[in-house]
C-alpha cells in the first residue's frame, strides 16, 4: 500500500509518519511538505507530486496555522493558502483514483456556542469570531469530501481533533496555540530568573488536549476502518483552564514567579471539550495518554532543545 503524507515534516505530519513506519513498509510512505519543496497551493506541483508517488492512500497534515493572534493578523493569508491547499488536494485525489484520504480537522471548526462537541451538531452553528477564517477553512474541509463523495464516491476519513500537544510541538508566542506558549514563557522565566509571565486573555477560557502520538495513532488506524461519511471526533471529553494548565506549567517546571492576565488579549471561545465516543468506537482510540505524563514530556522536550 502506497501512502504519501502531506504536511509530512509538520508537528502531526512526522508523528504521523513515525506511527506509519511501525506497521507498514518504510519504503512505500512518502513524504511531501513545503519545506521539502512542493507547494500544494500550487496545482502543477500537487499533480507532479501525485505522478511521481501515485499514492493510494492520502493523509493531509498539511495547513497554515497559527494562534488566535497570529490569525487574527493574517486573515487573507489563511484563507487563500488553505483553501488553495484544500481544492488541490481533493482535485488530484480524484485525478488519481486514490483508494481513501484521511485528514485531521481542528475542533475549531465547531459552532461556538457549544460546551461538548458531538459530531451531530457540527453544523448548528457559527464558529467563534477570534478564529473565523482558520476554522471556516477547516468546515471546507468537511463540505469537500461530502461534494467529492457525493459526485464521484470519493473515500475521505475526516478527524476532529482537540489542541494537540507533545514532543515537537511550536512554542513561539505569536504562532503556538496556549500550551507550547506558556510552556516557553514559564521555562524561561526560570532560566532567566523572571519574576512574572503574563498569560493572555482572562485565563478562564477551559481546553482540551491530546496528545500528538494519539492523534497520529487515530489517522493511521483509520487507514484499515469501514467507509464513514461523517466526521469522527478523537478525544478524552476532558479539559482545563488556561489558568490550571499554566499553575500545572508552573509545579512541573519549578518556576516560583507569578502570573499576570493580560485582559486586553481576547479569549476566544469559552470552552471546547470533544465526546470521543465515536472515535473510540470506529477508531479503537482508547486508553490515551494521561495529561499529566504528556505535559511533563513536553516540558522536558522544551527544556532539552534550549539548553545552551
Not at 509518519?17 to 500537487?46: A, M, P, Q, T, W
Amino acid at each position: 500500500m502506497r501512502i504519501l503524507v502531506l504536511g509530512s515534516t509538520g508537528f502531526l505530519g512526522s508523528w504521523v509518519v513515525n506511527k506509519l513506519k511501525e506497521n507498514y513498509d518504510n519504503k512505500l510512505i512518502f513524504k511531501s511538505s513545503l519545506s521539502l519543496g512542493c507547494d500544494l497551493r500550487n496545482y502543477h506541483e500537487v499533480d507532479s507530486l501525485f505522478e511521481k508517488f501515485r499514492p493510494e492512500i492520502v493523509i493531509n497534515c498539511a495547513a497554515h496555522v497559527g494562534g488566535i493572534q497570529y490569525g487574527l493578523k493574517h486573515t487573507m493569508e489563511l484563507f487563500h493558502d488553505n483553501i488553495s491547499m484544500i481544492v488541490n488536494i481533493f482535485k488530484a485525489c480524484n485525478d488519481y483514483k486514490i483508494t481513501r484520504l484521511i485528514q485531521p480537522i481542528s475542533n475549531c471548526a465547531y459552532p461556538s456556542h457549544l460546551s461538548i462537541y458531538k459530531e451531530d451538531v457540527f453544523w448548528s452553528g457559527p464558529v467563534d469570531d477570534s478564529v473565523f477564517t482558520y476554522a471556516e477553512t477547516r468546515r471546507m474541509m468537511v463540505v469537500a469530501a461530502k461534494s467529492y463523495f457525493l459526485q464521484s464516491g470519493m473515500d475521505t476519513i475526516s478527524i476532529v481533533h482537540p489542541n494537540l500537544y507533545g514532543p515537537g510541538d511550536h512554542f513561539e508566542e505569536f504562532r503556538s496555540h496556549a500550551l507550547g506558549a506558556l510552556v516557553s514563557k514559564v521555562v524561561l522565566a526560570k532560566k532567566e530568573n523572571k519574576s512574572e509571565v503574563d498569560i493572555w486573555g482572562t485565563g478562564s477560557p477551559i481546553r482540551e488536549w491530546l496528545h500528538v502520538e494519539d492523534a497520529a495513532k487515530s489517522i493511521v488506524n483509520a487507514i484499515d476502518v469501514p467507509p464513514y461519511e461523517d466526521i469522527i471526533n478523537v478525544g478524552s471529553g476532558s479539559g482545563i483552564s488556561i489558568k490550571d494548565l499554566a499553575i500545572m506549567i508552573k509545579k512541573i517546571s519549578g518556576w516560583n514567579g507569578n502570573f499576570v492576565f493580560d485582559r486586553s488579549k481576547i479569549d476566544g471561545a469559552p470552552i471546547k471539550i470533544i465526546d470521543g465516543t465515536k472515535g473510540e468506537k470506529f477508531l479503537h482510540m482508547h486508553d490515551l495518554k494521561l495529561f499529566e505524563d504528556g505535559l511533563k514530556e513536553t516540558i522536558e522536550f522544551y527544556i532539552s532543545i534550549t539548553k545552551s
